[in-house]
């Protein structure tokens, strides 16, 4: 096959490839909240998100018009009954049955429930009588169900905050807190019982909010770093996502427990926030959202759940105008009430591969927006940018290897020679390009690489690419 035909049928098989992500990514949700006066209507949003990548959506209650809006779409959903239904779910079954009959029986299945969350962080709440009503409050609910014939088909659950575990890391030390065993214990077991997932917020924003060292950035962005190494299971992290599911994994082992699916309910990054917040910003948002979204179409998993994404729900979908608290608290939407994006991270089905601009480099960004950066060349092969150390390729080599298959620059491999550091990392950072979606963002590397037209293969050693 000619260099010609082989780069056309990459290019074809690229193609092929993100149009079937684009029509299969079960994995990727949207949180929708209604703490705002100034969203769009439901019937919009519900078109808008067919015009997206988005399979799932949230909702914190059961808005009828949302329900309704989002029927014949497949989309599904995941409906919630609040913290104050609790004690009323908890010691009324009939109270269960009519919730059920008001919220579910109406729109099914022609509006695709697929789970209700009952409770929104309760056992992290502090109400003792709360947490001890919720997994009645669980139960009657699947009761419901049960009795109308859906406790196979719509699972439930409850959500809660990272805060659960004593112990995160290492990740592989993952464990809850004492106080919370006994009754987590009991919530675990329904969900083994039933199939229904425990459902986590893991959120790195807050995480770098406490520790806002560059690095501690990196590794919260997805971006180059140098890594955070388990000594109990010798894997080396490079990201905080990974890290925060895989303590939940282990914390759910340590109990006997590891079938139970793990689902995020909640995760995401504010694209603003006040003057004294540390974080928030376009470019780190995007950079977090994009790259965790590349992150789950690469089906790569975390360490200890290799081979398949987590169900994930960003936060959110719209900015809630209405939410108390720091300015950061209003600034997570991907969208914006007019339905155009807020930034661009590929999950339109138009434009996920080629989103308007890069990601963010890894360093801390002011509060306020940034002016958006040009578009990429024409070029297909990400390569270093001149004048880079040698410490930092090898951090973009370490990186790139982590999430791709480095075996060519391996000893014997067709392209190990020259044994250079710029050489390896070189082709190392183009490979994690191309297969992690081939988006602007996956050739970022901390502002390090640099998108070109001139093929680097040389003699049988072959970096993957093409024309765009």
Not at 217 to 231: E, V
Not at 291 to 309: C, F, V
């Amino acid at each position: 096959m000619t260099m010609l035909r082989f780069a056309t049928a990459f290019v074809f098989l690229s193609l092929l490839h993100a149009v079937k992500v684009a029509k299969c990514q079960s994995f990727i949700g949207v949180n929708y909240g209604q703490v705002a006066d100034n969203l769009p209507p439901p019937t919009d949003t519900a078109k808008l998100l067919q015009t997206t990548s988005i399979q799932k959506v949230r909702l914190y209650g059961s808005d009828p018009a949302i329900i309704k809006s989002l029927a014949n779409t497949g989309i599904g959903i995941v409906i919630g009954a609040s913290n104050g239904d609790i004690p009323g779910l908890a010691s009324d079954p009939n109270f269960a049955k009519n919730w059920v009959n008001s919220n579910v029986m109406p729109y099914y299945p022609a509006s695709n429930i697929i789970l209700i969350t009952v409770g929104n962080e309760v056992m992290t709440s502090g109400d003792q009588n709360l947490m001890t009503q919720l997994l009645p409050a669980v139960q009657n609910v699947h009761n419901a169900l049960d009795a109308v014939s859906l406790g196979g088909k719509i699972k439930v659950s409850t959500v809660h905050s990272m805060a659960v575990l004593r112990q995160s890391e290492p990740p592989s030390s993952g464990s809850f807190h004492p106080s919370f065993i006994e009754q987590l214990k009991l919530l675990l077991s329904f969900n083994n019982a039933t199939g229904s997932p425990f459902a986590i917020n893991p959120y790195p924003y807050f995480a770098y909010r406490s520790d806002n060292r560059p690095e501690t950035l990196d590794f919260c962005l997805f971006q180059p770093n140098a890594g955070r190494f388990d000594p109990n299971t010798n894997i080396k992290y490079t990201n905080m996502f990974d890290a925060q599911v895989d303590a939940i994994h282990s914390a759910l082992n340590s109990m006997g427990f590891k079938n139970v699916e793990i689902v995020v309910a909640e995760t995401g990054w504010p694209y603003k926030g006040d003057a004294n917040e540390v974080g928030p910003s376009v470019e780190n948002a995007k950079a977090y959202n994009g790259n965790l979204i590349a992150h789950l179409r690469s089906m790569a998993g975390t360490p200890l759940m290799p081979g398949k994404s987590v169900d994930t729900y960003l936060f959110a979908l719209y900015d809630e105008d209405l939410k108390p608290g720091p300015s950061s608290e209003r600034a997570f939407g991907l969208f914006k009430p007019d339905l155009t994006m807020t930034y661009d991270i590929g999950l339109s089905k138009s434009s996920q591969s080629t989103p308007s601009t890069p990601t963010a480099p890894a360093t801390q960004k002011p509060a306020t927006p940034v002016s958006p950066s040009p578009k990429p060349n024409k070029g297909s092969w990400c390569v270093p940018k001149q004048g880079i150390s040698n410490t930092q390729l090898q951090s973009n080599l370490d990186y790139a290897c982590g999430h791709a298959d480095c075996k060519p620059i391996q000893p014997g491999g067709a392209c190990f020679e020259p044994n250079t550091v710029a050489s390896h990392a070189a082709y190392a950072m183009n490979l994690l390009y191309q297969t992690a979606g081939r988006n602007p963002w996956n050739c970022d590397f901390s502002q390090t690489a640099t998108l070109s037209s001139n093929n680097p293969s040389y003699n049988n050693c072959v970096y993957s690419g093409g024309s765009t």
